[in-house]
């Protein structure tokens, strides 16, 4: 959170920001606009989860303590595996194969202590208090068939946040910004427009 603030501070920006985020870094959009709310205008949150586990009975944010345990696991015992499996599962059906040649080049690409460092703060951070302090309206683009985050993440992040909306766009996987640019540019274009 701080980065994007200190970015925002270095280019002399005071207000007037549209931050788009996705996924763990709508959380970030998220708190940086709780922290200075003149600097926001709107967000715009991609896939966003204020928390990946699971608080039954009111919260399901798609994985059990064991299944975020066991991904960490296999990421430090095979991080070529972890990277291999994981990213068929964010790419999602039928863009498995592309994207997710793509994003696992990526992953491999990343220091595996810098990844597990991220990986374990991104599963574990639970930042669902932090959302009714949230003043500045925010479209919530939810994925159609998202595994890392269910319909019921952004039901219920829409619920939280005032002047919310929600839209959910007829994808597959946890990328729409990469799969279907164009759905996520369109729904920008007409959410702003509103404004």
Known sequence: ??????????????????????????????????????????????????????????????????????????????????????????AGAPQADSLGGELSESFFSTDPTMARIFAQATFFADTREELSRVTRPSLILQHGNDALAPHSVGEYMHKKLRDSTLEVLDVTGHCAHMSHPHLVTAAMQRYLSLA
């Not at 501070?9 to 970030?28: K, M, N, P, Q, T």
Request: proline content about 6%; some cysteine.
């Open 1 to 90: 959170m701080q980065d994007l603030l200190d970015v925002c501070d270095a280019l002399g920006i005071e207000r007037g920001v549209h931050f788009v985020g996705h996924s763990v870094s709508a959380s970030i959009g998220l708190l940086a606009s709780i922290e200075r709310p003149t600097l926001f205008d709107r967000l715009i949150l991609v896939g966003p989860s204020p928390c990946y586990l699971n608080h039954a009975p009111d919260y399901f944010g798609g994985f059990e303590r064991k299944d975020l345990d066991g991904l960490l696991d296999l990421m430090d015992q095979n991080f070529m595996g972890w990277s291999s499996y994981l990213a068929p599962i964010v």
